[in-house]
T-cell receptor
Framework: NAGVTQTPKFQVLKTGQSMTLQCAQD?????MSWYRQDPGMGLRLIHY???????DQGEVPNGYNVSRSTTEDFPLRLLSAAPSQTSVYFC????????????FGEGSWLTVV | GQNIDQPTEMTATEGAIVQINCTYQ??????LFWYQQHAGEAPTFLSY????GLEEKGRFSSFLSRSKGYSYLLLKELQMKDSASYLC??????????FGGGTRLMVKP
């Protein structure tokens, strides 16, 4: 059972480039979300989805795009990378939006130069 | 919106007990979570409280007082491997989960 799988684990981008962080879960979870983690600021919610075809904005959505075409996958797109997007990104999933067990992926370390 | 406060750093001795506090202000309350995160790794689930009182799970316990907007995580018989960051997170009435900045715990021999 793979759980929540994120790729890539490490990435360096130049300012202005675009890229997609992949997230997949094999637990048939309805709820998936993306967080970024910066030093001293905890995890901040970027976007989330309560099911296939449904997405919504979190606390810090600007500069990011998401889609949910299947239950398993929830990719995060950086449209035009900026140094302020240098961060660690975590994908998470749970059975439902009110589930009390949330599973996190291993994280993606992104540096924008 | 939500506001969650927890100490930035704490130090404790191996074998001792440590209590990590978390205070919160939220528009509607729908549960409080504690996560453990080792450096360079993903957060892992420790506990979930939605009703007032103490939840015990082995060496770890978590307490909630909804009227005071207060929770604590109690770690007993500290081990070196308990050195990590501990994240408090609150879910509001809209099921949005907000994390505090985390408490970095250092366990010394």
């Amino acid at each position: 059972n793979a759980g929540v799988t994120q790729t890539p684990k490490f990435q360096v981008l130049k300012t202005g480039q675009s890229m997609t962080l992949q997230c997949a879960q094999d637990m048939n979870h309805e709820y998936m979300s993306w967080y970024r983690q910066d030093p001293g600021m905890g995890l901040r919610l970027i976007h989330y989805s309560v099911g296939a075809g449904i997405t919504d904005q979190g606390e810090v959505p600007n500069g990011y795009n998401v889609s949910r075409s299947t239950t398993e996958d929830f990719p995060l797109r950086l449209l035009s990378a900026a140094p302020s997007q240098t961060s660690v990104y975590f994908c998470a999933s749970s059975y439902s939006h009110s589930g009390n067990t949330i599973y996190f992926g291993e994280g993606s370390w992104l540096t924008v130069v | 919106g939500q506001n969650i406060d927890q100490p930035t750093e704490m130090t404790a001795t191996e074998g001792a007990i440590v209590q990590i506090n978390c205070t919160y202000q939220t528009s509607g309350f729908n549960g409080l979570f504690w996560y453990q995160q080792h450096a360079g790794e993903a957060p892992t689930f420790l506990s979930y409280n939605v009703l007032d009182g103490l939840e015990e799970k082995g060496r770890f316990s978590s307490f909630l007082s909804r009227s005071k907007g207060y929770s604590y995580l109690l770690l007993k018989e500290l081990q070196m491997k308990d050195s990590a960051s501990y994240l408090c997170a609150v879910r509001d009435a809209g099921n949005m989960l907000t994390f505090g900045g985390g408490t970095r715990l250092m366990v010394k021999p």
